[in-house]
């Protein structure tokens, strides 16, 4: 479990308004990658003011010709053929790691952290190379492991003084798999009572999904009252398409939903705390 603290200083209530977007899932090398999408995406966390984002895990297909997964027809057909135009299956999850820095480093300064998704934990723990401790280090951000706790601090600076709007983040990959959205929304639910935050990132299901939990409580204060704590809960979505013209993966194969492509957009106020989510 990593624990980070992000400050984010801004002048103006005009300047209030802050976006986060998760950014993960994107498989990055599979044929199924949307990666026209990807840019975009890229484009509007770089162009958009006040706009950062957090990493979510399996940003590379990862997966070669020695795992069990492997599936020639799924890869992305520069990474599998040599400049010959000959079958070369040498540096291909190298170069797959090439291209994400490349597509990712105009926005490096956006990047609150990087979480490891499954796909990069299988190749460190078989393979011996930590991709997502290769890529904090290229980037120059914070490597969160496969979950973290993030404080974020909205700082309003007038004058000599400072007020601090804080948002607690709690960040996951995620785990597992389910058909259902209910059974989606049980997990996320699950976490939100588990981790205490303001906000529940969890990847892994390609699915863009959100909810929220609300805990009652009672307050520090010398006359006690009760309190409302409320956790936003958020599955991240995807860049992998689930089915492709003239191809076919693992999704078509096991009959599973279509995935949700794209990503989903916090919208944080930085004077009067509150969460909205769009999808």
């Not at 993030?150 to 600076?157: E, S, T, Y």
């Not at 003239?246 to 999704?251: D, E, F, L, R």
Request: hydrophobic residues 35%; aromatic residues 10%.
């Amino acid at each position: 479990m990593e624990i980070i603290e992000k400050n984010i200083e801004f002048k103006s209530k005009r300047n209030k308004d802050f976006t986060v977007i998760p950014l993960g899932d994107i498989h990055l090398g599979n044929k199924g990658c949307d990666e026209e999408r990807l840019y975009e995406v890229v484009n509007y966390i770089k162009n958009k003011e006040r706009c950062y984002c957090i990493l979510m895990g399996d940003y590379v297909d990862a997966i070669n010709y020695l795992d069990p997964r492997f599936d020639s027809r799924q890869v992305n057909s520069r990474y599998i053929l040599g400049d010959d135009k000959t079958l070369s299956l040498e540096n291909m999850i190298q170069r797959q790691v090439s291209d994400f820095l490349r597509i990712v480093t105009p926005i490096k300064d956006k990047i609150i952290g990087i979480i490891s998704g499954n796909h990069e934990e299988t190749v460190r723990k078989y393979h011996h190379w930590d991709i997502t401790q290769h890529l904090a280090y290229e980037l120059g951000v914070p490597y969160l492991g496969f979950c973290a706790f993030i404080r974020l601090n909205l700082r309003r600076v007038t004058g000599n003084s400072k007020a601090v709007i804080q948002y607690i983040i709690y960040a996951t990959h995620g785990f597992g798999g389910s058909r259902k959205s209910g059974a989606k929304i049980n997990r996320i639910e699950d976490l939100c009572h588990f981790f205490e935050s303001d906000i529940t990132l969890v990847g892994h299901e390609h699915k863009k999904i959100y909810t929220t939990v609300t805990r009652l409580g009672m307050s520090h204060a010398k006359t006690p009252r009760l309190i409302h704590r409320k956790t936003v809960g958020v599955m991240t979505g995807c860049f992998l398409r689930g089915y492709i013209d003239n191809g076919q993966n693992y999704v078509e194969r096991a009959g599973y939903s279509p995935t949700d492509l794209g990503v989903a957009k916090l919208h944080l106020n930085g004077v009067d705390k509150d969460v909205h989510v769009s999808l």
